[in-house]
């Protein structure tokens, strides 16, 4: 019997859908579970796996189409059927969610529909669906270096590709546990845990000279290819739609704007205890913990420290309310090649440097991944934003709202600085430093309250009372 595919709900608030993309086209094959096309709500952006394999025998919603959640948007069926939509289930064996959808969902099929969809990209920016394929196990005899790669194309999904270009890995050297050798997240995920990436995609670097940034938080480069045309084009500019994440992110650095009378500070702290002990460690910690030790995690505890101290700082208005809240949960900015979300580590303070660590790694593997629920994006008392492993001294960033504070941490330099010893005299010495820029919501943070919870991090940082362990 031919399987629908629906739009899904991603969270009780979302009640829409944008397609973005779709892996297959008519006619596909397609195995269940695998990723089958790519959404985008206000919330995140997702890939929607195949709810059952066969192929893919219509489209009937294609890239820029925003529909109702529950919205039939396809249809699998299998070899011999014929592709008819399925019937959909009684409200008796329906969801809450679809119930309370299906008039919505209703009107989303009409003519003219609910929401104005967005216009689709331009003929050259459009993706395109890959052409069927026979079986990557199939015998065949050796073939040029480009049909090699396409072969490898087809022997993984979008997802996996994605991680490995995302980590720097030739997928040719990771095996595949899947149908037919077929490379699945897993797989790549595992990979990629064990810090293993292929020789030709992770060239030796140059010698560090004494003043360059010391890398930090362990962010990978974004692909150039994917900040601006796929390609060169005809004429003299190529016009496209923006994406449902920009268009969210340019809403809400505006509204935030406009709400918050951003004002900032910058202060300065020396890193060198931070980096001995990180550098010290983090072979033992990688080994135990089997994931890697980045400085995010010292940042996030310096904060919460801070954030203990002055919990203003981790308050919110709403209207003339002071809202006071009893957790801290910090957001982290994750940049990807097509935006940046901000997934919120949730009780933090109740979480040792270990816990933060695993946290923040979840985050931003899921994020890059596209598998983040809309809840892991909800609910922020604070913010961490690190330009730093991209040669940023610092940065003054836009407040992101409900919050009244979030903090920029710059790059890390190995750098003279004068220093004074236990008798106080003083000299010069080579210490790691690092900018910290605080950006604070002026109606309810006042400058030495937010110069005091600074002092704080940066006191906290200094000291270094960190365990690894």
Not at 41 to 55: L, Y
Not at 128 to 137: D, H, N, R, W
Not at 329 to 339: D, Y
């Amino acid at each position: 019997m031919p399987v629908n595919v629906l739009m899904p709900q991603m969270g009780e608030s979302i009640t829409e859908g944008t397609i973005v993309r779709w892996f297959k086209g008519e006619g596909d094959e397609v195995v269940k579970d695998e990723p089958l096309l790519e959404i985008s709500t206000d919330k995140v952006d997702a890939e929607v796996p195949a709810p059952a394999g066969g192929r893919l025998g219509k489209i009937l919603h294609g890239p820029g189409t925003t529909v109702a959640v529950e919205t039939v948007i396809g249809v699998i069926a299998q070899a011999g059927e014929a592709v008819e939509i399925a019937p959909a289930p009684t409200a008796e064996a329906a969801p809450p969610a679809a119930t309370a959808k299906a008039a919505t969902a209703k009107a989303a099929t009409a003519p003219e529909p609910a929401s104005p969809p967005v216009a689709p990209p331009p003929a050259a920016a459009r993706p395109t669906a890959p052409a069927p394929t026979a079986p990557p196990s199939a015998p065949r005899p050796a073939v040029p270096a480009d049909e090699e790669a396409e072969a490898l194309r087809q022997r993984s999904s979008p997802l996996v590709r994605r991680i490995a270009a995302e980590h720097g890995v030739n997928l040719a050297t990771v095996p595949g546990t899947g149908i037919q050798g077929r490379v699945t997240k897993d797989d790549i995920l595992a990979f990629v845990a064990k810090g293993t990436t292929s020789p030709a995609a992770a060239p030796t670097p140059a010698p560090r000279p004494a003043s360059a940034p010391v890398a930090s938080h362990g962010a990978p480069p974004l692909s150039g290819a994917t900040l601006g045309p796929a390609g060169a084009f005809t004429g003299d500019e190529l016009r496209e739609p923006l994406s449902i994440m920009r268009q969210k992110i340019a809403e809400h650095m505006v509204l935030s704007r406009r709400t918050s009378p951003h004002v900032n500070t910058v202060f300065e702290a020396d890193m060198s205890k931070v980096v001995a002990l990180r550098e010290g460690g983090r072979a033992a910690f990688e080994a135990q913990h089997g994931i890697k030790l980045t400085y995010t995690p010292f940042f996030l505890a310096a904060v919460i420290e801070g954030l203990k101290a002055f919990p203003i700082v981790n308050a919110a208005l709403d209207g003339n309310d002071i809202v006071y809240h009893r957790h801290i949960n910090i957001g982290v900015a994750v940049a990807l090649p097509h935006g940046l979300i901000v997934p919120v580590v949730k009780r933090a303070e109740e979480l040792s440097l270990i816990g933060l660590q695993r946290a923040v790694t979840d985050l931003a593997t899921r994020a890059r991944s596209k598998q983040l629920k809309p809840e892991d994006v909800q609910g922020s008392t604070f913010s961490v934003t690190n330009p730093g492993p991209y040669g940023g001294l610092y940065g003054l960033p836009v407040i992101n709202q409900p919050n009244v504070a979030i903090l920029s941490t710059g790059g890390i330099q190995r750098r003279p600085v004068v220093v004074s010893d236990e008798t106080g005299r003083e000299a010069i010495g080579i210490r790691d430093m690092i900018y910290l820029a605080l950006s604070f919501d002026h109606r309810l943070v006042d400058g030495a309250t937010a110069d005091q919870f600074m002092a704080a991090v940066k006191a906290a940082l200094e000291a270094c009372e960190f365990e690894l362990g």
